[in-house]
T-cell receptor
């Protein structure tokens, strides 16, 4: 099995509940942020992104909130499903022209049926 | 849809062997990246390339080299594999500046014995 989820903070939620996953980013100059989902045995998959000129962006069942004052990013998942079980991590672009991203360590989301 | 493929899902090599990990993307992306992912350490950038025959060191380039002879292909080379290079290796690609979303391959789990 995939060991990427070891040693990570874990969020356990009941199926149907809403989930909130938090991320503190490091660089106040970062202007772009992404949330990725990584299922066991797979590569990270893009979920949603947000630019620093916004404080909220919504997708299908997901919402990302950005608080630049405290350098905080959150991912909200509505009506969490068992298929949402995965490791979620945020990434920031610190302004490098080549699009380099700095990745957070991740949070493991576990959905109980 | 963007597709990033990696040559092997699982690989077992002996200490001292030369190891080649291949990555191919089909979206004509300029930027390509190699990361390793270890429990508790998250994604760490090894090397990246923003054009054919161009390469830049990431955060942990020691013990690795790369090759980008064609735009769609980015190879990671372990000149002399060591046990501390046992890890999950992830390749990613992205479009030029302003488009920071990185698309990941499925990963190669390398074990060095």
């Amino acid at each position: 099995g995939e060991s990427v989820g070891l040693h990570l903070p874990t969020l356990s939620v009941q199926e149907g509940d809403n989930s909130i996953i938090n991320c503190a980013y490091s660089n106040s100059a970062s202007d772009y942020f992404i949330w990725y989902k990584q299922e066991s045995g797979k590569g990270p998959q893009f979920i949603i992104d947000i630019r620093s000129n916004m404080d909220k962006r919504q997708g299908q069942r997901v919402t990302v909130l950005l608080n630049k004052t405290v350098k905080h990013l959150s991912l909200q998942i509505a009506a969490t499903q068992p298929g949402d079980s995965a490791v979620y991590f945020c990434a920031e672009n610190y302004g490098g022209s080549q699009g380099n991203l700095i990745f957070g360590k991740g949070t493991k989301l576990s959905v109980k049926p | 849809d963007v597709k990033v493929t990696q040559s092997s899902r699982y690989l077992v090599k002996r200490t001292g062997e030369k190891v080649f990990l291949e990555c191919v993307q089909d979206m004509d992306h300029e930027n390509m990246f190699w990361y390793r992912q270890d429990p508790g350490l998250g994604l760490r950038l090894i090397y990246f390339s923003y054009d054919v025959k161009m390469k830049e060191k990431g955060d942990i380039p020691e013990g690795y080299s790369v090759s980008r002879e064609k735009k769609e292909r980015f190879s990671l080379i372990l000149e002399s594999a060591s046990t501390n290079q046992t890890s999950m290796y992830l390749c990613a690609s992205s479009a030029p500046r302003g488009h920071y979303e990185q698309y990941f391959g499925p990963g190669t789990r390398l074990t060095v014995t």
